[in-house]
């Protein structure tokens, strides 16, 4: 396949797919026929439905890419594209890991151009990490780019959601999201500590209260008066519906009256039995209290300090996807396929700062910098947050390779390091071995922690050569640790690498002795 001088990458399934599109063109008929005949009813969805299939298949049936000694080639339903392999200037594999078992992971080919734009080509398309079809399109691609075009790198770039290649904008739009919506919830804070006011200070309307100021129990007239004071109506409770947890429950009242039914929740409905008599409380024109005999439902009236808490929850929410929009800015200057580190630790700053917040706004929702004990709470923990993001910055700072602190000698006990032989060897059958002993004997991969050589398998370091040491990258794995190095071993003549934190693996890499260590090892990153 890579010595071919045409690709042709076509979707699987293509008999599948027209199938779906006729349905899509009957479910369009139908959808057209029931709405001129009958009108909109169930069978004008069910026509949508399919028409939406159809539509989704015939877009993915009508892709097509293509490439020669001219460029590549791609078409779609709506669009047609041809480019130059002299204007490629890599191409890359685009890896989204699923989200669950039963959904496998994806791979699609990019191209990046020289003037720095990317398109993500709609073939060819793999339902998994391990697809010979996808492999040897991928392989031919490559091949006719290196005899016609000029790759910038031999190397394959693996772009995924932990390198520093993949897009920020997502990100940018959740944080911009949240923002939002804690600047509503704040918006409203004084408002609702003005309803809660007014309701604690409500009374019993009288004979000599305005019309305006009644709480009226007729819908048409919610909407018109205030009703600031206290109005109440008996009824009859006739009907009581009492549905799923999720769900809203009914109050049905005899004879509809003072209204027909009210929505309460499902305890409420469980507590009121058909023919109790209840008094109903009515409030800026609507039902708050509902009293009987056995039960009385009080509709919650959320206090300000409620709302504050939510305002407080969405802003540090918020602080998650902005964290990881820095990283990606700070990381700008690395390789697009180098994995960036965790915004776990910006994440325990949040929560950290959570614990003193909520509390905070839940108390003083309207008073932050009323009080000296509101203010010396603030600054306190103003002061403890900025410790907590300045431990953060520095702990997912971008280490390069080389940089691994104090390493300490070898010992005669035996010490256990966590680490990973990512391919499989006469020594890491089946990726067996999560730990690396060293001292007390041979190096050894073994699949725990220790204490004890049970099940170890001895190292051969005698047939390894370190090659390089460098960054996690894309290809490497979603299971390797954003923090941990790469070392490019050669065994023999077959690449093999280990990954392990930064210090542990400088340690390990000292076992095999300094005649086999390049020079040019530790060499931070440009």
């Known amino acids: 396949m890579t010595d071919a001088r045409e690709v042709t990458c076509l979707p699987l399934g293509r008999r599948t797919l027209w199938s779906f599109v006729g349905l899509g063109a009957a479910g369009v008929s139908l959808a057209a026929l029931r709405t001129a005949y009958w009108g909109p009813d169930v069978w004008l969805g069910v026509g949508l439905l399919l028409a939406w299939v159809g539509i989704a298949s015939l877009r993915a049936v009508t892709a097509r890419v293509s490439a020669d000694a001219y460029g590549l080639h791609s078409r779609t339903l709506l669009r047609r594209r041809s480019v130059p392999w002299r204007d490629i200037a890599d191409l890359r594999v685009r890896l989204r890991y699923a989200n669950n078992s039963r959904v496998q992971d994806s791979r699609r080919v990019s191209l990046v151009l020289h003037g720095g734009r990317k398109w993500l080509l709609p073939l060819p398309k793999s339902g998994s ?60 804070v004084p408002g609702t500590a003005s309803a809660v006011q007014a309701w604690r200070s409500a009374t019993p309307c009288t004979a000599e209260t305005p ?75 609507q039902v708050r209290v509902v009293a009987g005999e056995r039960y009385v439902w009080r509709e919650h009236i959320p206090a300000a300090g409620e709302v504050a808490v939510i305002a407080a929850v969405c802003a540090l929410a918020a602080g998650y996807p902005g964290a990881q929009v820095l990283l990606r800015l700070r990381g700008r200057r690395l390789p697009d396929d180098e994995v960036l580190p965790s915004a776990l630790p910006f994440a325990g700053a949040l929560v950290g700062t959570a614990l003193w917040l909520l509390p905070l706004c839940y108390l003083h929702p309207t008073t932050l910098l009323a009080s000296p004990a509101a203010i010396t709470w603030v600054a306190a923990g103003s002061s403890a947050t900025l410790g907590l993001f300045i431990w953060a910055w520095h702990t997912t700072r971008v280490r390069p390779p080389g940089e691994a602190g104090a390493v300490e000698e070898s010992a005669e006990e035996e010490v256990f390091l966590a680490a990973r032989f990512l391919e499989q060897t006469d020594y890491n059958p089946y990726g067996f071995g999560t730990h690396i002993v060293l001292g007390g004997g041979p190096p050894a991969v073994t699949p725990h922690p220790g204490p004890g050589r049970f099940a170890a398998k001895r190292i051969p370091v005698e047939r390894l050569t370190v090659k390089d040491v460098r960054r996690a990258r894309g290809d490497d794995g979603d299971t390797v640790p954003r923090s941990w190095h790469i070392a490019e071993l050669d065994d023999a003549g077959t690449p093999v690498r280990l990954a392990a934190a930064p210090a542990d693996l400088t340690r390990i890499i000292r076992e095999l002795g300094p005649a086999k260590i390049p020079a040019n090892t530790a060499n931070p990153e440009p």
């Open 211 to 285: 019309a305006e100021r009644r709480g009226s129990p007729l819908p048409e007239r919610t909407r018109e008066l205030g009703g600031d004071c206290l109005t109440t109506r008996p009824a009859v409770i006739a009907q009581t519906e009492v549905n799923r947890p999720k769900q809203r429950s009914w109050l049905y009242f005899a004879d509809s009256r003072p209204l027909e039914r009210l929505a309460v929740p499902r305890e409420a409905a469980q507590g009121f039995q058909p023919g109790d008599s209840v008094e109903l409380t009515f409030w800026r024109g």
């Open 129 to 188: 990490c391990d697809d010979p079809d996808f492999d040897a399109k991928l392989d031919a691609l490559r091949a006719l780019h290196r005899r016609y075009g000029a790759p910038d790198s031999s190397h394959l770039p693996v772009i995924s959601y932990r390198t520093a290649g993949r897009g920020w904008a997502g990100s940018l739009g959740l944080c911009a999201l949240l923002l939002a919506c804690a600047g509503v919830a704040a918006w409203s």
